[in-house]
């Protein structure tokens, strides 16, 4: 345990470090964004998810030094969808690739872990799914999903790191609730270190942009780590609110952006008229500052952390 702590706290520097270097530099390279929900529309770093994947390469490194089990294909897998994924993000950051290619690759990638879970079962809502070519169509499928759903809800300022600490910090209870560590608890400690020092720069007002890069990497580490623990019910229910805006982002047919226009004072008005978005139905509904939107989704996330877990004490 003394080296799982010692691993998110390393994973927690490392991030805060880089983004903080990235923060200087990026912008001086011309690898920035337009802020839209500020007035005067400044320009921050982009891509700052390099530095949350860097974080975790490191913090992991110390454990695949300590701990037995890591080095076996099953784990050395996971590892490849994980950062296989953050890749992709990456080079989306840079060329904006199309939406069917983020879908495609990171199943792509992940297919070596699915032949990997050949000869496992998963549950999934009460029932328990153990044939071997059926796995490797749906875990690869549920990575992909999960890195996905996580790049559609974002868009302001400290959403997406703070939904990855709430459904990873969920996830770690989980696992101590059941049979405590196993791989997918040794997943989710450097990711949520590597989360954290990024979310620091990352938090209204954001100093830097997560880019694809970090909801891509977030997205499947978390839902491997899921698959990995057999928490896959708990991790479907976490996602609620991202797989609301995939149907909603579905039926605008995946053109919709999150983005809303601020006023003299900061409160968000709907740069349209269709719903096509859970900030959308936000937006619309009520009068919200960035942050207000942003702790409003948090606190949703929270609610369901909860709900999981006391169903998973006194149901499961």
């Not at 749906?138 to 990575?143: D, E, R, T």
């Amino acid at each position: 345990m003394l080296v799982i702590s010692i691993s998110i706290m390393i994973a927690f520097f490392v991030s805060l470090l880089i983004t903080k270097w990235q923060i200087k530099s990026f912008g001086h390279a011309g690898i920035d964004g337009t802020d839209m929900h500020k007035k005067h529309k400044p320009r921050i770093p982009e891509m700052g998810g390099l530095s949350a994947v860097m974080g975790f390469v490191v913090g992991l490194s110390l454990l695949l030094g300590e701990k037995r089990g890591l080095e076996e294909p099953f784990f050395l897998t996971a590892l490849i969808g994980i950062i296989g994924a953050g890749l992709i993000g990456m080079v989306d950051d840079m060329v904006n690739i199309r939406q069917r290619s983020k879908a495609i690759l990171p199943y792509l990638l992940t297919i070596p872990f699915g032949i990997q879970m050949m000869g496992n079962s998963l549950e999934f809502f009460g029932y328990n799914i153990e044939h071997p070519y059926l796995l490797i169509l749906i875990v690869p499928f549920g990575v992909t999903c999960a890195a996905n759903a996580s790049n559609m809800l974002e868009g302001f300022n400290g959403l997406g790191a703070g939904l990855s600490i709430i459904v990873s910090t969920t996830l770690i209870i989980l696992i101590y609730l059941n049979d405590g560590p196993d791989l997918g608890f040794l997943i989710l400690f450097p990711l949520l270190g590597a989360v954290m020092g990024f979310g620091v720069f990352n938090l209204y007002p954001s100093l830097i942009f997560p880019g694809d890069t970090f909801t891509l990497f977030s997205g499947a580490a978390i839902g491997i780590a899921a698959i990995v623990s057999n928490l896959i019910t708990p991790g479907i229910i976490l996602f609620l609110p991202m797989i609301a805006e995939f149907f909603l982002k579905f039926k605008g047919g995946f053109k919709a952006e999150n983005f809303a226009v601020p006023d003299k004072e900061g409160y968000l008005h709907s740069r349209t008229d269709k719903i096509e978005s859970l900030t959308h139905i936000l937006v619309k509904h009520f009068k919200l500052k960035e942050w207000h939107l942003v702790t409003i989704i948090w606190i949703f996330e929270i609610i369901l952390a909860i709900f999981v877990i006391l169903f998973y004490i006194y149901v499961f």
